[in-house]
């Protein structure tokens, strides 16, 4: 644990690891607990490495990057980083820019308020890609600053990246900035920065088992909050495991707090031979085939200044197409707050 990569940051000389946060948020475990503990054992999400053992005690497991990985990278630099602004912008004043990276979004947002964290509970897919430089994710994103050159942004969620891992499948991840993605971070532990605490959990490691079409569906819950002690960004996955933090002293608006929050789902449309990507978000379905069809976030919440989870206030949606995806909210006494979001991107609609 003691050598993992965040230590090469020139910040984290001397840092002594936090093994657990000062505070939990309030409101966490009381949500109809003896119901979700006798759900949540016939359903354990796992990882595909658990099948061969686990690590000790004081050790974090790491995902090998192999020659083949970095190779797959347009250059060594690159590896394990966005490309250029891929933040969703709601409400922005020309939606043609929105479309310049080629990202596209379905997201729930909230903003005005100062946000100490987000939770949600996030239906897991393995969506099909068109191409191996585009990538599907579904995450949730805190963000402080303005869209300008010094945002800073926490992501976690599940993705799907031929281009950064070799293969389709779904897996764990994390990201984070502090520069509107120039310089500074990077995905899961491929860079100094994320402090991980956790023995059993690997980010950028595949989740299993994976949501199907009118079938069985599957969930992971992503819970990241500000300690109010010490200041860090602390990530907790499922109920049990909390993985580590992001110090602040990486942030510069997130050393105090967020100013809007983010859920949804974002891919990458390159425009091969010049139609929109058949590469698929969520399910690959719009949100009004509902459940076992469309994929969800569901209870999704806030940390509020008081470390007490809230419903968010005032939520918006935000897709630059809705005919290639699409979002859609709803609220009701078992989900809370939730939205339906996704689509097929390429069909007769969206040429």
Same mark, same amino acid.
């Given at each position: 644990?003691?050598?993992?990569?965040?230590?090469?940051?020139?910040?984290?000389? $001397?840092? @002594?690891?936090?093994?657990?946060?000062?505070?939990?948020?309030?409101?966490?475990?009381?949500?109809?607990?003896?119901?979700?503990?006798?759900?949540?054992?016939?359903?354990?999400?796992?990882?595909?490495?658990?099948?061969?053992?686990? !690590?000790?005690?004081?050790?974090?497991?790491?995902?090998?990057? +192999?020659?083949?990985?970095?190779? =797959? %990278?347009?250059?060594? +630099?690159?590896?394990?980083?966005? @490309?250029? =602004?891929?933040?969703?912008?709601? =409400?922005?004043? $020309?939606? /043609?820019?929105?479309?310049?990276? #080629?990202?596209?979004?379905?997201?729930? *947002?909230?903003?005005?308020? @100062?946000?100490?964290?987000?939770?949600?509970?996030?239906?897991?897919?393995?969506?099909?890609?068109?191409?191996?430089?585009?990538?599907?994710? &579904?995450?949730?994103?805190?963000?402080?600053?303005?869209?300008?050159? /010094?945002?800073?942004?926490?992501?976690?969620?599940?993705?799907?990246?031929?281009?950064? *891992?070799?293969?389709?499948?779904?897996?764990?991840?994390?990201?984070?900035?502090?520069?509107? *993605?120039?310089?500074?971070? !990077?995905?899961?532990?491929?860079?100094?920065?994320?402090?991980?605490?956790?023995?059993?959990?690997?980010?950028? %490691?595949?989740? &299993?088992?994976?949501? #199907?079409? =009118?079938?069985?569906? *599957?969930?992971?819950?992503?819970?990241?909050?500000?300690?109010? +002690?010490?200041?860090?960004?602390?990530?907790?996955?499922?109920?049990?495991?909390?993985?580590?933090?992001?110090?602040?002293?990486?942030?510069?608006?997130?050393?105090?707090?967020?100013?809007?929050?983010?859920?949804?789902?974002?891919?990458?449309? &390159?425009?091969?031979?010049?139609?929109?990507?058949?590469?698929?978000? #969520?399910?690959?379905?719009?949100?009004?085939?509902?459940?076992?069809?469309?994929?969800?976030?569901?209870?999704?919440?806030?940390?509020?200044? &008081?470390?007490?989870?809230? %419903?968010?206030?005032?939520?918006?949606?935000?897709?630059?197409?809705?005919? !290639?995806?699409?979002?859609?909210?709803?609220?009701?006494?078992?989900?809370?707050?939730?939205?339906?979001?996704?689509?097929?991107?390429?069909?007769?609609? !969206?040429?």
């Amino acid at each position: 644990m003691a050598h993992q990569p965040a230590f090469d940051h020139p910040f984290l000389k $001397d840092h @002594k690891i936090q093994m657990r946060p000062s505070y939990h948020p309030e409101g966490l475990f009381d949500e109809n607990k003896v119901a979700t503990e006798s759900k949540e054992r016939t359903n354990p999400i796992t990882q595909l490495w658990h099948m061969n053992g686990k !690590c000790p005690e004081g050790t974090i497991p790491i995902r090998r990057t +192999k020659k083949d990985d970095v190779l =797959r %990278a347009s250059s060594v +630099k690159r590896y394990g980083r966005k @490309k250029h =602004r891929s933040i969703p912008k709601p =409400r922005s004043a $020309d939606p /043609d820019l929105t479309n310049e990276s #080629g990202h596209q979004h379905a997201i729930a *947002y909230v903003e005005g308020d @100062k946000y100490y964290g987000a939770k949600a509970t996030i239906n897991v897919w393995e969506p099909k890609i068109q191409q191996p430089n585009e990538f599907s994710l &579904s995450q949730l994103w805190i963000l402080g600053g303005s869209f300008g050159e /010094d945002l800073n942004s926490i992501e976690a969620g599940w993705q799907v990246s031929p281009d950064l *891992y070799g293969d389709n499948n779904t897996r764990l991840f994390t990201y984070w900035t502090s520069d509107a *993605y120039q310089a500074t971070g !990077c995905y899961n532990l491929l860079c100094s920065g994320f402090i991980q605490i956790n023995s059993e959990i690997a980010m950028g %490691a595949s989740i &299993s088992p994976v949501s #199907g079409y =009118r079938n069985s569906q *599957y969930d992971i819950s992503i819970l990241v909050w500000k300690d109010p +002690k010490e200041g860090h960004w602390w990530m907790q996955f499922g109920n049990d495991y909390v993985l580590g933090y992001w110090p602040s002293f990486l942030f510069s608006y997130l050393t105090d707090s967020a100013s809007m929050i983010e859920w949804g789902g974002e891919v990458v449309n &390159s425009v091969p031979n010049g139609q929109h990507t058949s590469t698929q978000m #969520g399910s690959g379905h719009f949100p009004e085939e509902g459940f076992g069809k469309a994929s969800y976030f569901r209870n999704i919440q806030v940390v509020d200044g &008081s470390n007490n989870l809230k %419903a968010p206030k005032g939520i918006g949606t935000f897709t630059e197409q809705s005919n !290639c995806y699409d979002v859609q909210t709803g609220s009701n006494g078992d989900w809370g707050h939730y939205f339906y979001y996704g689509g097929p991107g390429r069909n007769s609609n !969206c040429p």
